[in-house]
Nanobody, 118 residues
């Protein structure tokens, strides 16, 4: 069983930066890790993902060039550095884990709120 706990959310002004962390426990060797978000009244959407070794990353077009996903496997932690934040980035951000790029996400965190004020 894998457990994911997000942290680092908060209130930030537009143009500011925030770094989210996702601490994983359990067997996560080889897992692909991802970040998703869900704004009020909207469906959950993909934000970014990273391979086990970090050599492959994917980003939603809406965050490319502003967000950076990274991971420290020694600490079982995945990060999402968010720069140039916009009010449209306001959402609950979720961490997720899956066994490979070709399988669905099996595990989800409880989410952390990010609010960007204009």
């Amino acid at each position: 069983q894998v457990q994911l706990v997000e942290s680092g959310g908060g209130l930030v002004q537009a143009g500011g930066s925030l770094t989210l962390s996702c601490a994983a426990s359990g067997r996560t060797f080889g897992y692909v890790m991802g970040w998703f978000r869900q704004a009020p009244g909207k469906e959950r959407e993909f934000v970014a993902a990273i391979s086990w070794g970090g050599s492959r990353t994917d980003y939603a077009d809406s965050v490319k060039g502003r967000f950076t996903i990274s991971r420290d496997n020694a600490k079982n932690t995945v990060y999402l550095l968010m720069n140039s934040l916009k009010p449209d980035d306001t959402a609950v951000y979720y961490c997720a884990a899956r066994r490979s790029w070709n399988t669905p996400y099996d595990y989800w965190g409880q989410g952390t709120q990010v609010t960007v004020s204009s």
